[in-house]
């Protein structure tokens, strides 16, 4: 599986995730929110339903890292989902995925066909990464009630996940430009 948004490797070994930068685009934007899940209501799905619609996508599709599971299967959870579908539909899909241990252990790459954004789903630590060109923060921003980058209401909280690993903080913050002067600009 290939994606122009995404770092994808075929093999487990290969694997990419945060703190890392899974997205290829040098010029995309990055914005974060809690993760453990795509959206957290009905209401917020449809507003990324209507997003995408906007985005001019008919689809978007779920490909799991399969570098950051322990795991026996050779190939990754991968599903293609309606922008028509309500948050039922999707939870309905994600459900046919057995894990060894649940949903939400696992990390996810969610995108388009269209190439100008990318969601990664990751779970250490567990937020969303949203990674978007510019003209497109300002719709995934109100689809997730995203303030500036969204670092700042997060830094707490991410914070801790890296306690132990002061050094990972730091290049999380790094390779998703998190403090940089021109994102400074464009989320304010």
């Not at 950051?68 to 028509?84: H, M, Q, W």
């Amino acid at each position: 599986m290939t994606t122009s948004v995404f770092k994808i490797s075929n093999t487990k070994e290969g694997a990419i995730y945060p703190p890392e930068q899974v997205f290829w685009k040098q010029d995309f934007l990055y914005m974060f929110t809690i993760g453990g899940h795509l959206v957290g209501s009905e209401v917020n799905y449809q507003k990324l339903m209507h997003c995408l619609k906007k985005f001019n996508e008919k689809c978007f599709f779920i490909l799991e890292n399969m570098g950051t599971v322990i795991t026996d299967r050779e190939d990754p959870f991968y599903a293609k989902i309606s922008v028509l579908s309500n948050l039922s539909d999707f939870n309905n899909v994600v459900n046919q995925f057995d894990p060894p241990f649940g949903f939400y252990i696992n990390d996810f790459f969610i995108y388009g066909e269209n190439d100008n954004w990318g969601i990664y789903l990751c779970e250490c630590p567990t937020i969303n990464i949203i990674g978007c060109r510019e003209n497109y923060v300002k719709d995934f921003s109100e689809v997730f009630n995203i303030k500036g980058n969204g670092f700042d209401s997060l830094k707490d909280f991410i914070g801790k996940e890296y306690e132990n690993h002061p050094e990972l903080l730091q290049k999380l913050i790094s390779n998703y430009n998190l403090y940089a002067s021109k994102n400074d600009k464009i989320f304010t």
